[in-house]
């Protein structure tokens, strides 16, 4: 298994990351940006622990609540997608 980390890119890291600490997002990968959807009103400390894995791995990314636009060329979901939080 750490060969295979050893061999992941730093934005498959970051994924994993996410992925392995639950937490929802929509990850959308295009060719010269991510972006990192978490849904509407989420909280403050939720957006931490987002940047928190992308400043580990040394990942650009871009963090909001929902996007539009352009086709991505991967998207990935974590921790079961966003979510809408209420206030």
């Known amino acids: ?8 890119t730093k934005v498959e890291k970051f994924i994993a990351e996410m992925t ?3 937490i929802p997002a929509h ?7 991510i972006d990192v959807e978490l849904g509407w009103n ?3 400390r939720l957006f931490d622990k987002v940047w ?3 400043e580990k791995f040394d990942v650009e990314i871009d963090i909001m ?7 991505p060329n ?6 079961g997608g966003p979510k809408s939080y209420f206030k």
């Open 1 to 8: 298994m750490e060969h295979n980390i050893k061999n992941m």
């Open 20 to 22: 392995k600490k639950h």
């Open 27 to 33: 990850i959308k990968e295009y060719d010269k940006s």
């Open 42 to 44: 989420y909280p403050d």
């Open 52 to 54: 928190d894995i992308a």
């Open 65 to 71: 609540a929902d996007s539009s636009g352009p086709t």
């Open 74 to 79: 991967r998207i990935t979901r974590t921790g």
